[in-house]
């Protein structure tokens, strides 16, 4: 087209760069490039997502994150498709942690497109037990307007509480619900109630059931169930028997164990009341 005078656009240059690419010719995909800019026609997001993919594909992953910091100083603006290539190509290579810092790097530059979606990336911190160094990611990059979305903060509970890390999900549900950026789903709030009533902190777990409802989220049967067992476990059975009125009133059953694990306990806490009388 060059020779026969014709001067072609940015998307002809990306169709053949793309096709190029895709037919294991990198090299001359390159030279196109290069060929391109030489003659003004300057590249855009999407000339420069096809050869970063490009230098991933060929393993060459400096030149790929290189390439990526060319856009920046060009002042050409990464489209969340930039990232997801860049995360991904870093991670296929088990340099996820090379990921958080470059996002982290993008996030501090102003660059980081706000519809980026952690989601990938946390989960996969999440497999390889870095669910610490997660919340620390999506801290950083939420500090600076990349707010986590509901799959990601879902996947980033569930792996801190599967780590053990109970403290530090309950924080970050918080955060999430006074924020009003989720309103998780019923099961992995559940999950969460119940783990904070097993480490014996039911009144905590209770006031995270109330901030819930004043977002949105109803509890359930399975949220009154963990609370009343968690608040029966603790000897507060009075507690636990204000909640089971209030199931009562919400047309809620309590399973059969919560009921007899109550009932123990009232009896119990009657039987103490009643010796201390006599003394």
Known sequence: MLKDRVKPDVFTFNILISSYCKNKKFEMALELFKEMREKGCSPNVVSFNTLIKGFFRQGKIEDGVKMAYEMIDLGIEFSTVTCEILV???????????ACELLIDFSRKGVLPSA???????????EQKCAG???ELVYELWKNGNVP??????????GLRKSGRIEEAFRLMEKL??????????????????????????????????????????????????????YTAEGKSKEGEVLV?????????????????????LSNSRRRHRNSSCK
């Open 133 to 135: 160094r997660a919340l």
């Open 177 to 230: 619900l006074n924020g009003n950026v989720i309103v998780p789903d019923i099961i992995t709030f559940n999950c969460l109630i119940q783990d904070v009533c097993k480490v014996g902190r039911t009144s905590d777990a209770d006031m995270l059931r109330l901030l819930g409802c004043s977002k949105g989220l109803e509890p359930d049967s399975t949220t009154y169930n963990n609370l009343v067992s968690g």
């Open 88 to 98: 991904d190509g870093l991670c296929n290579k088990s340099r996820t942690m090379e």
């Open 116 to 126: 980026f979606d952690l989601s990938g990336l946390v989960s996969v911190l999440c």
């Open 245 to 265: 009125e209030e199931m009562l009133d919400k047309d809620f059953i309590p399973d059969l164990a919560t009921y007899n694990t109550l009932m123990n306990g």
């Open 149 to 158: 979305s509901l799959i990601c903060s879902t996947t980033l509970v569930e």
